[in-house]
Nanobody, 124 residues
Framework: QVQLVESGGGLVQAGGSLRLSCAAS????????MGWFRQAPGKEREFVAV????????YYADSVKGRFTISRDNAKNTVYLQMNSLKPDDTAVYYC?????????????????WGQGTQVTVSS
């Protein structure tokens, strides 16, 4: 049974930082492209960042580029999202997801597995 479990969310002031983790079980992380998505209240889920299987390629949404960094530790079966210079607009539930497609995937519908999400709230 595949499980993705996010952690690291919380309440932070604008300009602060958080590091999200996504621990995977039931799958071999190195075989999956991993993505982070977020959904704010009343809004559609949106792509945030993606990292290829070997960490050779990453891609970010324009809204987070230069502030967020996605990384992975395949030995620990864990993916991370380092979030710096946080803004109130970053407030959302953040989800990690896994796809066995080999390229950097931004469409959520192409992901096979999803975590339950972790809340990030940025106060102004």
């Amino acid at each position: 049974q595949v499980q993705l479990v996010e952690s690291g969310g919380g309440l932070v002031q604008a300009g602060g930082s958080l590091r999200l983790s996504c621990a995977a079980s039931g799958l071999t992380l190195s075989s999956y492209t991993m993505g982070w998505f977020r959904q704010a209240p009343g809004k559609e889920r949106e792509f945030v960042a993606v990292i290829s299987r070997s960490s050779g390629s990453t891609y970010y949404a324009d809204s987070v580029k230069g502030r967020f960094t996605i990384s992975r530790d395949n030995a620990k079966n864990t993916v991370y999202l380092q979030m710096n210079s946080l803004k109130p607009d970053d407030t959302a539930v953040y989800y990690c997801a896994a796809t066995n497609l080999q390229f950097t995937v931004v469409a959520g519908r192409l992901y096979d597995y999803w975590g339950q999400g972790t809340q990030v709230t940025v106060s102004s």
